[in-house]
């Protein structure tokens, strides 16, 4: 059977990076935007997926990062995706065997990017304490960490009392809404979850920390 899989980009070139960053951490950024020389963008709020990085043959590589994140969140995902960046600087047609999206190599460049921010001058006490942890071994996604998700949603202004949750937070079987139709949750599979629409009973993966309301 043929599984669909969601995905959504609308995004506006970004020009300054202070006003999405805590306070102390804007330079840093945007020294690392002009020693990467990346093409930077902030998105339009997506369900699927906090920020991304693409790169093509002959094209600048590209960051997204979605634009309603609080500024804890936006610096990680940030990080979280010059990280993809720096590898594909460091390891692109050296003839190596292909690097592993989140595989050793980006775990250990994205420590290296968390290190001069995570102190108590840029996140806050309940958060630190949770990244410092998380960073000795960096998952695919902070959704795959239910303390530090947890820590970091507490400073969110959106998405409050809705009544949503993370699909991964979900039991398997359990019927939710997503995107104005309804699924029922299936098995996780890395940093994405097998779900079945349950009107035409096709399959769709579907990103483990996207927004749903259980049924």
Not at 86 to 96: A, C, I, L, P, S
Not at 108 to 136: C, G, N, T, W
Not at 170 to 175: A, F, I, K, M, V
């Amino acid at each position: 059977m043929k599984v669909g899989l969601f995905f959504f980009y609308s995004g506006m070139k970004n020009v300054s990076l202070g006003s999405y960053v805590p306070d102390g951490a804007a330079e840093y950024c945007q020294e690392l935007y002009r020693t990467h020389r990346f093409d930077f963008f902030l998105s339009r709020p997506r369900r699927t997926r906090l920020g991304d990085f693409t790169v093509k043959p002959g094209i600048v590589p590209r960051i997204t990062v979605n634009v309603n994140l609080n500024p804890y969140s936006f610096l990680i995902t940030y990080l979280h995706e010059v990280a993809h960046c720096v590898v594909h600087e460091k390891y692109k047609g050296r003839g190596r065997r292909r690097v592993a999206p989140h595989g050793a190599e980006w775990k250990h460049e994205f420590r290296e990017l968390l290190v001069p921010v995570m102190h108590e001058s840029i996140f806050p006490k309940d958060i630190l304490a949770h990244l410092l942890r998380y960073a000795q071994n960096p998952a695919a996604s902070t959704g795959g960490d239910q303390k530090l998700f947890n820590a970091l949603r507490k400073y969110d202004e959106q998405e409050l009392n809705t009544g949503k949750v993370c699909l991964f937070q979900l039991d398997e079987g359990t019927n939710f809404v997503f995107q104005n139709r309804t699924f029922t949750r299936g098995t996780l599979r890395r940093t994405r979850v097998l779900c079945t629409d349950k009107a035409s009973q096709r399959l769709y993966t579907i990103p483990a920390h996207a927004l749903v309301e259980a049924c």
